[in-house]
């Protein structure tokens, strides 16, 4: 006697019971309107792309400043007082058009760019040992303490002394301003990388030069990458106010000198002119230097938003 299996049969429990297929009490559904619905994605408009777009929006700043300037300026209607933008940007011009104004602006880097160099590299040297030992901590921590709340203008007249009227003075006190800051902030970085990414660096066999280079310093980027900038801020304004006491060097001097020399004289648009350059000149380092090495390390590296 053969037996038929049904392979598609429901159990008698289930057939007896079926599944309801009318709404669940215990479950509540809301009922929305087709036109109630969230948006997920949606094209953004012409003003939203361009509030979108950084350089946009800083630029409009920048343009309701020199508003706010050229109507001050013409408020007073007194170029010894407060020249107007226009009169600046005039002076500005003029001093690019016969060579005055870059001429000064190129003394000025080429001793800043002296100065914050050799501030990185001892600001360099300092951190390493400050890893490398207790004692080196100790140490950097006691130089910080005293030196870095001491104005570099403090030291014009030892530099004077020391150095002599020329770029060594400059240097010397670029460098004082330059080292501390880079050397806190990196220190600071270095300290507050966490232990668990020194173990996986240690558990793939990395110890002194290699740990620093492919964990330490990406890690404590940030950091670095901060005391980078306010070295640069400090060694800029520090070059600036030095130039308008000393700035003299074989009959020439930078910017700061310009602004000196400007104001003696009386004329005061190129005096502004001076401090527009100067300002111009901030603006592009921190915008197109440090915030493409921001955007390539940073950013791409997921270590800020």
């Keep these: 006697m053969s037996r038929v299996v049904r392979l598609n049969a429901m159990p008698a429990d289930i057939a007896a019971h079926p599944t309801p297929t009318g709404p669940r009490p215990e479950i509540v559904r809301e009922q929305t309107a087709a036109h109630g619905r969230t948006v997920v994605e949606k094209p953004l408009s012409v003003p939203e792309l361009l509030y979108n777009q950084g350089w946009l929006r800083k630029l409009l700043i920048l343009a309701v400043l020199a508003l706010i300037w050229e109507a001050y300026g013409r408020y007073?209607?007194?170029?010894?007082l407060f020249p107007t933008f226009t009169a600046t940007v005039a002076a500005f011009a003029r001093g690019v058009a016969d060579g005055t104004l870059p001429a000064r602006a190129w003394g000025s880097i080429k001793v800043l760019l002296i100065g914050y160099g050799l501030g990185i590299l001892l600001a360099?040297?300092?951190?390493g040992i400050a890893i490398a030992s207790r004692i080196g901590?100790?140490?950097?921590e006691t130089m910080t303490s005293m030196l870095n709340p001491l104005p570099a203008i403090a030291l014009l007249p030892l530099a004077l002394i020391w150095f002599g009227l020329g770029n060594g003075s400059l240097v010397f006190v670029l460098v004082h301003s330059v080292t501390w800051a880079i050397a806190l902030?990196?220190?600071?970085?270095?300290?507050?990388?966490?232990r668990t990414l020194k173990m996986v660096g240690r558990n793939y066999?990395?110890?002194?030069?290699?740990l620093i280079t492919k964990i330490l310093i990406p890690a404590a980027f940030p950091s670095i990458l901060t005391?980078?900038?306010?070295?640069?801020?400090f060694a800029w304004r520090t070059l600036i106010a030095a130039e308008l006491v000393f700035g003299v060097s074989s009959g020439s001097g930078g910017l700061g000198w310009f602004i000196f020399e400007n104001k003696n004289?009386?004329?005061?648009?190129?005096?502004?002119a001076g401090l527009l350059t100067v300002i111009i000149i901030g603006l592009v380092v921190e915008n197109l230097i440090f915030q493409t090495v921001e955007r390539r390390t940073i950013q791409r590296w997921g270590m800020q938003a």
């Excluded at 007073?76 to 010894?80: A, G, P, Q, S």
């Excluded at 901590?137 to 950097?140: A, E, V």
């Design 76 to 80: 007073l209607d007194n170029d010894l």
């Design 137 to 140: 901590t100790d140490f950097l």
């Design 205 to 210: 066999g990395l110890s002194g030069a290699g």
């Design 185 to 194: 902030n990196t220190h600071s970085g270095f300290l507050s990388v966490s």
């Design 265 to 272: 004289m009386l004329d005061i648009p190129n005096v502004f």
């Design 124 to 127: 360099t040297l300092l951190t």
């Design 227 to 233: 005391g980078l900038k306010v070295g640069w801020a």
